[in-house]
């Protein structure tokens, strides 16, 4: 009797264990998706003219670096286009 019972102790124990490890494997937490942005084609001049407006000074001041896709002003970086083109739509939706 005390083989019996300590067998099926061992099988039940072995059971155990498998069904954990099947289970805690099949419980990945994948991070959310990432939220993407749809961000709107704005023209380089529309971008320079609303800036220059903005902070009043020429236009001619004003340059576009395309490489590092950034605005300067008097050779100075001042912003870059992801974040002038956002300001840019929120001024015209008013």
């Known amino acids: 009797m005390k083989k019996i019972s300590k067998k099926w102790i061992e099988i039940a124990f072995v059971a155990f264990a498998i069904s954990t490890t099947l289970l805690s494997c099949s419980k990945e937490d994948f991070p959310p998706p990432k939220e993407v942005k749809s961000v709107k084609v ?9 800036m220059a407006e903005l902070i009043n000074v020429n236009v001619d001041d004003i340059r576009y670096d395309e490489k590092k896709e950034i605005f300067l002003l008097n050779g100075t970086e001042q ?3 992801e974040n002038l083109t956002e300001f840019y739509l929120v001024a015209k939706k008013k």
């Open 79 to 81: 912003i870059d286009r």
């Open 42 to 50: 704005v023209n380089i001049t529309d971008l320079k003219n609303y």
